[in-house]
Structures are given as structure tokens and as C-alpha cells.
């Protein structure tokens, strides 16, 4: 049973950092293309961030480049979100997701696995 779980989210003041995990299990992680979504409340699921099953290739929405990193741990079977200069408008649901696709992929119908989720809620 494959499953990704969420951790790191919480409350934070405008500014501040958090660092996201998703841990995987049940699957090859070292094969998957690896991405981060958002979901704000009344707001469309929105891609963060993807990287590919190497590491070697990232992509990151304009609105979160250059604050935000993500990277993989493949011998720990985890992916990281790392996240910078942290904005009232960051604030979301963020969810990692697992896809077979190659490369970055930024479309959400291509990955199969998700996790439950991780409140992120920045303060003004």
C-alpha cells in the first residue's frame, strides 16, 4: 500500500520558514517524479514545485521561485519542501504527490499518489 505523509506545516509570522516533509512508502520512490501542490480555501489546486526522480531537474511556479526549494532524500524515501520569505498568501493546504512521468511534470492528473496534507497558515 503505497502512502505519502505530509509533515512540517504550521503556523508562522510573514517572513519566517518552514520546511516541509512527505515521507513515502509502498513504492519505488527512486523512480517517481516527486511535486508539491497547494490549496488555498476558495482558491484552484495550484503546483508549487517538482523534481525529478534524480534530483537533477526542479520547476517551481513564478509566484514561489526563488523562495521556496525542494529536494530529495531518495535513501530516506522523502521529499522537502523548503520554504523561504514566507508570504500571507503561501497560506494553503500543501500536498505532496508522486508521479511516474519523467522529468518535472506541473500537470496534477499526472501523478497517481498523494498525500493527506499539511496546513501552512502565514500570519500578517
Known amino acids: 500500500q503505497v502512502q505519502l505523509v505530509e509533515s512540517g506545516g504550521g503556523l508562522v509570522q510573514a517572513g519566517g520558514s518552514l520546511r516541509l516533509s512527505c515521507a513515502a512508502s509502498g513504492l519505488t520512490f527512486s523512480r517517481y517524479t516527486m511535486g508539491w501542490f497547494r490549496h488555498a480555501p476558495g482558491q484552484e489546486r495550484e503546483f508549487v514545485a517538482t523534481?525529478?526522480?534524480?534530483?537533477?531537474?526542479?520547476y517551481y511556479a513564478d509566484s514561489v521561485k526563488g523562495r521556496i526549494t525542494i529536494s530529495r532524500d531518495n535513501a530516506k524515501n522523502t521529499v522537502y519542501l523548503q520554504m523561504n520569505s514566507l508570504k500571507p498568501e503561501d497560506t494553503a493546504v500543501y500536498y505532496c504527490?508522486?508521479?511516474?512521468?519523467?522529468?518535472?511534470?506541473?500537470?496534477?492528473?499526472?501523478?497517481?499518489?498523494w498525500g493527506q496534507g499539511t496546513q501552512v497558515t502565514v500570519s500578517s
Open positions: 504527490a508522486a508521479s511516474l512521468t519523467a522529468g518535472t511534470v506541473l500537470a496534477s492528473t499526472a501523478y497517481y499518489y
Open positions: 523534481l525529478s526522480w534524480s534530483g537533477g531537474s526542479t
